[in-house]
């Protein structure tokens, strides 16, 4: 069995960045205000932070997809010093405008040409895989929160949605280190929250990775060290990936040290 996640016409992938922000958004609520300026694991950025960061990207992607060419010259402008960003807000200030954006960012992606390509810091992506990766984001970095807390979480099928893109980035991850993709790419099989089995690439037990799809997700994101998770890692391209693997744009980045983050 294959798994093809972009195989429907549908916009599901909206849906659950949709319900991934509510969530996410309900947990928050509950937070105090002293809450606000505690660090996370993630590099001791605090909860502000990281909530400012999903807000500054969600509006990103808004604009991007509203207006195409003023988001590129935007991107100009600011990469020359020149573009002007919000006046920083903190605490439940902060969350209610995350929210609203969130909203208008899935309203408008919704609205758009299925067919749009929109500009962004990297090759330009189609609404489904837009969609995907701010899911992703706002799945990844509310983790460093619950992690903060010890807060337990609730998993659903929508990390199906992360784990793809983890699959996905499977070359990226060494090519952003300028190294090259081991052969053969390993096979992974996983379980989902639902009992559910999802697999990806050619069967092989020789090279492959299996577990839950919460403990891939979370080390495609780099929320976890490999060694903090139970999946099985056989082969030495599945397991040179998975000691860097990285599933989102940007400069390489290493995961946490071994036993930094060991959260619910």
């Avoid at 089995?197 to 891939?216: L, M, P, Q, Y």
């Amino acid at each position: 069995m294959q798994v093809g996640l972009f195989g429907s016409a549908s916009m599901q992938q909206i849906d659950d960045l949709h319900e991934e922000g509510q969530v996410l958004y309900d947990f928050l609520s509950t937070l105090d205000e002293s809450h606000w300026t505690r660090e996370t694991p993630f590099k001791n950025r605090t909860v502000n932070w990281v909530v400012q960061h999903l807000h500054d990207a969600d509006r990103w992607a808004y604009h991007s997809i509203t207006d195409p060419d003023g988001f590129r010259k935007w991107m100009k402008e600011r990469s020359s010093g020149g573009s002007n960003e919000y006046t920083r807000i903190e605490g439940i200030p902060l969350l209610e405008r995350w929210h609203a954006y969130l909203g208008e960012l899935c309203e408008a992606m919704r609205q758009a040409d299925p067919a749009l390509r929109a500009p962004w810091f990297g090759p330009d992506m189609g609404i489904r895989m837009m969609a995907t990766a701010r899911q992703m984001e706002t799945w990844s970095h509310g983790q460093d929160i619950y992690d903060l807390l010890g807060a337990e979480r609730t998993h659903t099928d929508r990390v199906k949605n992360i784990c793809h893109i983890g699959v996905r980035t499977y070359g990226w991850t060494f090519v952003n280190r300028k190294l090259t993709p081991p052969e053969p790419i390993p096979y992974i099989e996983l379980i989902a929250p639902s009992g559910e089995v999802w697999e990806w690439n050619d069967r092989s037990e020789n090279h492959c990775i299996k577990g839950t799809a919460v403990d891939f997700g979370r080390v495609v994101t780099q929320g976890r060290n490999i060694a903090d998770v139970s999946l099985e890692v056989v082969g030495d391209s599945a397991k040179a990936w998975m000691e860097i693997a990285q599933c989102f744009a940007g400069p390489p980045e290493d995961p946490p040290p071994p036993g930094h983050r060991t959260g619910l």
